[in-house]
């Protein structure tokens, strides 16, 4: 192509091979002489172009207070899993005392609610309620149950809510009626009141 030019060059300002050389040259440095400070400027501000790291920096900032905002709340230990370790983290709740309730726990058959904390000897409405602010209860937490048809006098007599006259009316009423029908079939036993089936109900089933 630069061959082409000069000899262009050459035959319309009929210049010597030299001459058009040199115009030819020239031509070339004044293209590069406009050209290269437009492309410098391109170039340098592509490469210095300060990034936006806005958004990275609220991402960070908003991670950062929920880390201080949870820094002060203490995890809640699940009471119908914890171990008598777990409760000895609460401050007032003895190695004794953490035996005591878990082992009242297992009687039951799990917790349902706070208020059966009450009935755990030894254990102080103060106590009672530390152990509330730090333990939880899930919602659908199902408790290990009785069955009212196959259970025997003495598993029956063993949980904390039937006493030794209910669990032999239950008995009582199996030899009698075959078995219960349904669970409210409870109502007919002598010495049941609404207060106690209420109570028990959660843990028994056919």
């Known amino acids: 192509m630069w061959r082409k030019l000069t000899r262009w060059i050459k035959q319309a300002f ?26 410098y400027k391109l170039y340098y501000t592509y490469t210095h172009k300060p990034l936006d790291h806005s958004a990275a920096i609220a991402f960070l900032e908003k991670k950062l ?18 171990t008598p370790e777990a409760l000895q983290e609460i401050e007032g709740i003895t190695a004794q005392l953490a ?33 509330i602010k730090r333990t939880t209860i899930c919602t659908y937490y199902r408790p290990k149950k009785l069955s009212l048809n196959q259970a025997s006098f003495k598993t029956l007599v063993a949980h904390p809510y039937i006493s030794a006259a209910m669990a032999k009316a239950i008995i009582d009423y199996r030899k009698r009626a075959g078995k219960f029908i349904t669970l409210h079939t409870i109502q007919r036993l002598p010495g049941y009141h609404a207060n106690w089936g209420k109570k028990i109900m959660p843990y028994l089933t056919l």
Do not use: W
Request: charged share 15%.
């Open 14 to 39: 009929h210049f010597s091979n030299r001459e058009s050389n040199g115009l030819l040259a020239m031509i070339t440095l004044m293209l590069l002489c406009i050209i290269a400070p437009k492309v």
């Open 65 to 82: 207070t929920l880390l201080q905002a949870n820094s002060g709340k203490v995890s809640l230990i699940n009471i119908n899993t914890a």
């Open 99 to 131: 035996v005591r309730i878990l082992r009242y726990r297992n009687k039951l058959g799990g917790f349902i609610c706070f208020d059966q904390y009450k009935e755990v000897y030894g254990l102080s409405n103060h106590l009672q309620t530390r152990l």
